[in-house]
């Protein structure tokens, strides 16, 4: 009863996260066809290249804050580059805003139709299109001065492993939230426990010990464990099947630190 309640959570967590990448991705999509709208407009009023290159520039920037704020992998990277992207783009929607109140003010007050769903447009682009890519990127800086300190909604797993499938001759590669455990350890399908990185107290480390490791390399045909701290090596993938990988303090079990990895056994020959 348990599993199949902790099922129907992962598989609830997962539609959540799906639910808000697709949101995100029709918010993102109409905010991209009103931006491509505006380029048009601004193309046909001869407004110049570089006044039309800054606005394309401003649009795409707030497009992939919204990405990375729902996507860690497009976090990762835009990066640093969040910082002179927000930089361009807050410069750059305030000089418009500017100009464009400057504009009303020498100008006749339009109230016609047309001019009245013009400042309504203006109105809601920078309120509703503008401000939240803006908030986004805000979010995206702060997790680059203090990083972790912000939940975003899809974040990142806390281990994970690729691929999933892999063959004799294969590398596995573990990427971790730091920091974490400073234990690895293999579960074969023979139900062997073999520990391939032992613990170590933090007050013993000598530098940057495995628990502030963010990426992980084992190779299937060399990697090798122990049962006991006193037994021999022994390799680990050998039996086909799925492996389990654990990542924990000494003699940990956390659910949220494991992942799997099945094992074919043989190198595929085409």
């Known amino acids: 009863m348990a599993r199949r309640q902790g099922g129907v959570l992962r598989a609830a967590g997962a539609g959540a996260v799906v639910g808000i990448w697709n949101s995100t991705l ?66 750059w929607e305030l000089t418009r805003y500017v100009d464009a109140q400057r504009g009303d003010a020498e100008e006749e007050p339009d109230d016609s139709l047309l001019g009245s769903a013009g400042r309504a447009y203006g109105a809601v682009w920078l309120v509703g299109f503008v401000a939240p890519a803006v908030v986004a990127g805000g979010f995206l800086v702060f997790d680059l001065i203090f990083p972790g300190a912000w939940s975003f909604p899809n974040p990142r797993p806390a281990l994970t492993c690729t691929p999933r499938h892999v063959e004799r001759g294969g590398t596995v590669a573990l990427r971790m939230a730091v920091p974490h455990g400073a234990e690895l350890t293999i579960f074969t399908p023979a139900r062997r426990a073999l520990v391939i990185v032992p613990f170590e107290a933090k007050a013993t480390r000598r530098g940057r010990g495995f628990g502030d490791v963010e990426r992980f390399m084992l190779q299937t045909d060399s990697v090798a464990g122990r049962a006991l701290p006193d037994t021999v090596l022994q390799r680990v993938f050998v039996d086909p099947g799925v492996y389990v990988i654990r990542v924990s303090e000494e003699a940990e079990i956390s659910a949220s630190r494991t992942c799997r990895v099945r094992f074919a056994g043989a190198a595929r020959v085409d």
């Open 26 to 91: 029709v918010y993102v999509g109409a905010r991209t066809l009103l931006a491509a709208a505006m380029i048009v407009l601004l193309l046909r009023r001869r407004r110049g290249i570089w006044f039309t290159a800054g606005q394309i520039v401003s649009d795409l920037s707030c497009a992939a804050f919204l990405l990375a704020y729902v996507n860690p992998d497009i976090r990762e990277d835009v990066g640093i580059l969040v910082l002179p992207l927000l930089a361009f783009v807050l410069l």
